[in-house]
């Protein structure tokens, strides 16, 4: 049975913010004059968005609870990078997309408690 949308509104705000994050990533390294065109770090961002955003999309479709708490550590921990690397490299729109991203997480991990009570009382 899959879940409604509204418990998954947690990890689609986490999928858009990673998107957000990509694409400000890749015009900061292919733009000339950025300050970061071609550099190993906007490309290291480049790179963590994409992986963000595949685990956002992963974490829509797990279903244990066991690979649902692996996966959310691994987003905070790849938010928490990819925030230190935007900052590193001035680049304060990426770190806002992390923000809203870690917020997306945040929603992920209350919606599904909350659904379940709803459902089972």
Do not use: E, N
């Amino acid at each position: 049975m899959s879940l409604p949308l509204s418990s998954k509104s947690g990890a689609i705000v986490l999928l858009i913010a990673s998107l957000a994050g990509l694409a400000i990533a890749l015009y900061a390294y292919f733009t000339p004059l950025t300050g970061v065109t071609g550099t190993l770090g906007a490309l290291v961002a480049i790179v963590a968005c994409f992986v963000l955003a595949v685990m956002a999309l992963l974490l829509m479709q797990v279903k244990t609870r066991g690979a649902s708490l692996t996966l959310r550590g691994l987003i905070l921990l790849g938010l928490a990078g990819t925030f230190f690397v935007a900052m590193l490299l001035h680049q304060w729109w990426i770190g806002v997309a992390m923000v809203l991203g870690l917020i997306g997480l945040i929603v992920d991990m209350v919606r599904p408690a909350r659904h379940a009570r709803l459902t089972h009382t």
